[in-house]
């Protein structure tokens, strides 16, 4: 019914920059919240950025001030973009959006395959 495409992980030095897209796509009415998540290796997954459907943001606080998300409304699209990259920030990396079907269903969540970002040192 929805999926969710992400892309621009990669391979990158330490201090470098990438940026990550995420496509929603199928059988949307309405989305809300769009974010990502990221998982490293051995650790448990957690919350990098959210972004509203009014574009107001929240970050985790080991990311604030290097990650920037966005998004386009009319492409279904959220963006992240990582620069002053760090070995930590090592993970793979995975979007979410929330979506209404129809005017009168709730919302949701659907998450998308995960993309690599490696930082090396």
């Known amino acids: 019914q929805v999926q969710l495409v992400e892309s621009g992980g990669g391979l990158v030095q330490a201090g470098g920059s990438l940026r990550v897209s995420c496509v929603v796509s199928g059988s949307i009415f309405r989305i809300s919240d769009m974010g990502w998540y990221r998982q490293g290796p051995g650790k448990q997954r957690e919350l990098v950025a959210i972004i509203t459907s009014g574009s107001s943001t929240t970050y985790a606080d080991s990311v604030k001030g290097r990650f920037t998300i966005s998004r386009d409304n009319a492409k279904n699209t959220a963006y992240l973009q990582m620069n002053s990259l760090k070995p930590n920030d090592t993970a793979v990396y995975y979007c979410?959006?929330?979506?209404?079907?129809?005017?009168?269903?709730?919302?949701?969540?659907?998450w998308g395959q995960g993309t690599q970002v490696t930082v090396s040192s």
């Open positions: 979410y959006a929330d979506v209404a079907h129809t005017y009168n269903t709730v919302y949701g969540r659907y």
